[in-house]
DNA sequence: AATACCAGCAACCGCGTAAGT
DNA sequence: TACTTACGCGGTTGCTGGTAT
């Protein structure tokens, strides 16, 4: 059975916004708002998109005061620690970060946020562990198609039940970046 | 110059839940 | 109260451009 589509999707094109379509969906949110109803609003404005795609390019993109990239270190450190205390809540996160999207701070979290607060947590273990093994066949039996690492040796201690360490690995690692040297 | 690989990012999918009937 | 519908969110996918071989 499954779940109702939420529209209909032979009918519907995917894929990236065309310029055209965003100056239509933006000139018409501008003007009437949304109507507190995503699923009609692409028919009334003659668009062929899934209601809830108009809701995404509008939120991430086409809003006024959207911020692309750029993160500063001072970001960087509030993604870090609100991660650390309430886990991939990236609306929550993003409602502390004027400007930025759940999308935005989610894809820099996965893409490079992860990896350098890893990094510098490696560091560390190898300048408190010297002499000890540095990369190990777990390390990359644990790094996705993607190389991002995965497994026990970088859950996020929201999410992961199993693991005690994790906890206290995040915060090991997050401090180690947010407070000066 | 051609090909393979990788990283970054935009967009989609499906679930949980709030709101409406 | 039970059911339906739409919204919002987080996880995931797939495209694109850059870099390495």
């Not at 996965?110 to 190990?136: A, E, F, P, V, Y």
């Not at 039940?161 to 090991?172: A, D, N, P, V």
Request: overall charge positive; proline content about 5%.
């Amino acid at each position: 059975m499954g779940r109702a589509p939420c529209c209909d999707k032979a009918n519907v094109k995917k894929g990236p916004w065309s310029p055209e379509e965003d100056t239509k969906l933006k000139s018409y949110i501008e003007q009437h708002g949304t109507g507190g109803n995503w699923i009609a609003l692409p028919q009334k404005i003659g668009l062929k998109r899934c209601g809830k795609s108009c809701r995404l390019r509008w939120l991430n993109y086409l809003r006024p005061n959207i911020k692309h990239g750029g993160f500063s270190e001072e970001e960087d450190n509030i993604i870090c620690s609100l991660y650390i205390s309430i886990g991939s809540r990236w609306s929550i996160i993003a409602a502390q970060l004027p400007g930025r999207t759940d999308n935005d701070i989610k894809n820099y979290w996965n893409t490079r946020l992860k990896k350098k607060l890893l990094g510098k947590q490696r560091k560390d273990q190898q300048h408190t562990r010297r002499g000890s093994k540095q990369i190990t066949k777990r390390d990359i039996i644990n790094q996705d198609s993607r190389g991002s690492l995965i497994g026990p040796s970088f859950h996020s201690p929201y999410t992961c039940h199993h693991h005690h360490l994790c906890r206290s690995q995040f915060k090991e690692a997050s401090l180690s970046m947010t407070t000066p040297r």
